[in-house]
Nanobody
């Protein structure tokens, strides 16, 4: 059984930082995209960042414009894990953050949740003073 388990969420003050982790089990995701999405109450799930294989020789990262320069996605392929370092957090970024994995080619499709086949249960991030 494939599982993705997120951790690291919590309460943080505006301007603060958090590091989310996601570890997969049940299969290896090397060569797959692994990404992060978030969903705030009453809103649609939105893309945050992804880490993907270029199909040849390297991995690359891709970010939503709203988080560029503040969030960093990284990956440990040997541990089947992906991480999201979040800095300068804003109250409007309060949401449940989900880890996802899928076999996706190209940048454009990374932002669509329906391209990912595997999802974690999510971890709550609350940005509030």
């Amino acid at each position: 059984q494939v599982q993705l388990v997120e951790s690291g969420g919590g309460l943080v003050q505006p301007g603060g930082s958090l590091r989310l982790s996601c570890t997969a089990s049940g299969r290896t995701f090397s060569g797959y995209a692994m990404g992060w999405f978030r969903q705030a109450p009453g809103k649609e799930r939105e893309f945050v960042a992804a880490h993907n294989w270029d199909g040849r020789s390297a991995y690359y990262t891709y970010y939503a414009d709203s988080v560029k320069g503040r969030f960093t996605i990284s990956r440990d392929v040997s541990k089947n894990s992906v991480y999201l370092q979040m800095m300068s957090l804003k109250p409007e970024e309060t949401a449940v953050y989900y880890c996802a994995a899928g076999f996706i080619s190209g940048y454009g499709r990374l932002v669509f949740a329906n391209q990912y086949d595997y999802w974690g249960q999510g971890t709550q991030v609350t940005v509030s003073s």
